[in-house]
């Protein structure tokens, strides 16, 4: 269903409101959320983890994340998956490479909305959240267009001993284009994924070209299609490995 009419849309939400699941809706390949470990461990220091791309491309063809020893944003969209370097340029991030944290999904819209108006990235916000069936419910997005105005970030690689993600980010490297035409994907997740995620958006951007990208961290659009798949089921994946297993998951003093 890729585009559907505000008619096809109430019944939608009729249905998710109802609970009536379709035989397809209760397969975990589909409509699942794949995390892999949780932000906390990120914002606390864990840099390292246990899985790498090729497994993560089992679980979704779209998504974000970020790479071993913190290198860089992942942007991950049509299966392929990219890394945002320090310098903001756009590579293929290898099978091997191993991620820290991860969020795929295999990407297939519910909602598909296009609009021209011009819109500052809290307005995007605000825009998709009158047009989702509840706030309850986690999203993964999909903004294809045209920007006035894009700014990212992205971070550098760390070396042990590990500083938290706070710390990273007081040096992060910023990036601007102009009239850049691109892909913004991301997540809409409701608050109660808060703990083990980020509650509300999180977008990540990459160029037409595959060139470069990062961290999203404002817009301006101009002539853009908005993709909405609807989730209802989250699936974590935990890691078994040192670091995860000694971090402190209610230290909030960096948060
Ligand atoms: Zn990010």
């Not at 001993?161 to 710390?167: G, I, Q, T």
């Not at 040096?171 to 997740?189: A, C, K, M, S, Y």
């Not at 101009?222 to 078994?240: K, L």
Request: hydrophobic share 35%; net charge negative.
């Amino acid at each position: 269903m890729n585009r559907i009419t505000t008619f096809t849309l109430l019944l939608l939400s009729f249905f998710i409101f109802t609970g009536c699941h379709t035989t397809d809706s209760l397969d975990p390949s589909d409509d699942t959320i794949f995390q892999y470990s949780v932000l906390s461990s990120l914002l606390q220091g864990v840099y390292d983890g246990d899985m790498n791309f090729g497994e993560l491309s089992d679980h979704g063809d779209t998504g974000l994340g970020t790479l071993q020893h913190l290198d860089g944003e992942m942007i991950a969209l049509d299966g392929v998956f990219y890394q945002i370097n320090s310098d903001g340029d756009a590579l293929v991030i290898p099978d091997s490479e191993m991620t820290p944290f991860a969020v795929v999904t295999e990407f297939s819209p519910d909602i598909t909305i296009s609009t021209q108006e011009v819109l500052e990235l809290g307005e995007l916000y605000t825009y998709i959240d009158e047009r989702i069936p509840s706030e309850n419910l986690p999203y993964c997005i999909r903004i294809s267009g045209t920007f006035s105005y894009v700014k990212t970030r992205s971070v550098p690689e760390q070396q042990r001993p590990y500083p938290v993600l706070l710390e990273v980010l007081k040096e992060q490297p910023i990036f601007e284009f102009e009239q850049i035409t691109g892909d913004i994907i991301g997540f809409r997740l409701p608050d109660y994924m808060g703990e083990a995620n980020a509650a509300g958006y999180h977008f990540h951007f990459i160029t037409e070209d595959r060139s470069a990208g990062g961290h999203l961290l404002a817009c301006t659009t101009d002539d853009i299609m908005i993709q909405i798949d609807i989730s209802d089921q989250w699936y974590v994946s935990i890691p078994e490995d040192e670091d995860f297993l000694e971090f402190k998951a209610n230290d909030d003093q960096y948060r």
